[in-house]
């Protein structure tokens, strides 16, 4: 496995994988791997000839207030995992490889990036699509793997990919979870061993409304009243709950008559965890 550090050393080497008529998976990634992440390079190793995984914690998705600096960056524990699964190479580029000093270009979702999570994280989906429209014109994946856990950006990349005719295949693979049902994530280290029992509650709360509609309760008021309960009894504060469409991701009021998808976000301690469940 190799591991390049910029853009011009990648596309040397992924020249000589293309001339040989291989294909090339791409997982997009911001290191400090976790079982979640080795589904992805798996997947993508099964269905590909060669496998790219990249590390970059990029700078541009993360809020003035938020955990750029705290973000865990461990490359030589994420190199060997990504061997152990099946990558043949890390890119993990070097910031000027990325992003120039006077970088000015960015890519946008104006209709569906300050909903949700955008709206806690402004310029958060900006700086995601930016950063994966990079990602993906360095690599020119034939697929790139993304987990369904971070259900609004994939939602977004998957649009980004449709409204700017990227040649990449988006292909979306279920939450990875804990035995607990805590949907992974790298942020569960920041967790207390109390705060990451409680954030279970998360889960459970989405799989309480599943019930309920299985039930045929249709109401998204009394859904997302059932998820919140479920987390404010463990002792998480909601950010947000919202039951959104399935087919535009726009928020669906009152009786629900289309495919819907609740998503959650919610702070354990400081920590932010989101999750989501289709209905
Ligand atoms: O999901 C992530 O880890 C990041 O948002 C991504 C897609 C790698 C872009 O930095």
Do not use: W
């Amino acid at each position: 496995m190799k591991i390049l550090n910029t853009i011009t050393d990648l596309r040397t080497e992924l020249a000589k994988t293309r001339k040989a008529g291989k294909s090339i998976g791409c997982v997009p990634t911001m290191g400090a791997l976790h079982e979640g992440h080795m589904a992805l390079v798996k997947k993508s190793a099964s269905q590909n000839d060669l496998t790219v995984v990249t590390i970059f914690v990029n700078p541009l998705q993360f809020g003035k207030n938020e955990d750029l600096d705290k973000y865990p960056r461990r490359l030589d524990d994420d190199a060997a995992l990504c061997e152990k699964h099946g990558a043949s190479i890390i890119f993990a580029p070097t910031m000027d490889s990325m992003y120039d000093t006077n970088h000015q270009t960015f890519v946008n979702n104006e209709a569906l990036e300050g909903l949700y999570c955008g709206k806690y994280r402004p310029g958060h989906f900006r700086g995601v699509l930016t950063v994966v429209a990079k990602l993906f014109l360095a690599v020119q994946p034939d697929a790139a793997y993304f987990g369904r856990k971070d259900y609004q950006q994939a939602f977004l990349i998957k649009k980004m990919v449709s409204d700017l005719n990227f040649p990449v295949k988006v292909v979306l693979i279920p939450t990875s979870r804990e035995k607990s049902g805590l949907a992974r994530s790298s942020r569960n280290e920041f967790l207390s061993p109390t705060e990451r029992t409680n954030a279970a509650s998360i889960y459970e709360g989405l799989c309480a409304a599943h019930e309920e509609y299985e039930d045929e309760e249709r109401s998204a008021e009394i859904l997302r009243t059932i998820v919140s309960g479920c987390i404010d009894h463990a002792g998480g504060k909601v950010q947000y709950v919202e039951v959104v469409s399935q087919k535009t991701l726009l928020p669906l009021q009152g009786e629900l008559t289309e495919k819907a998808t609740i998503l959650v976000a919610a702070h354990f301690g400081t920590t932010r965890l989101i999750d989501n469940l289709e209905l």
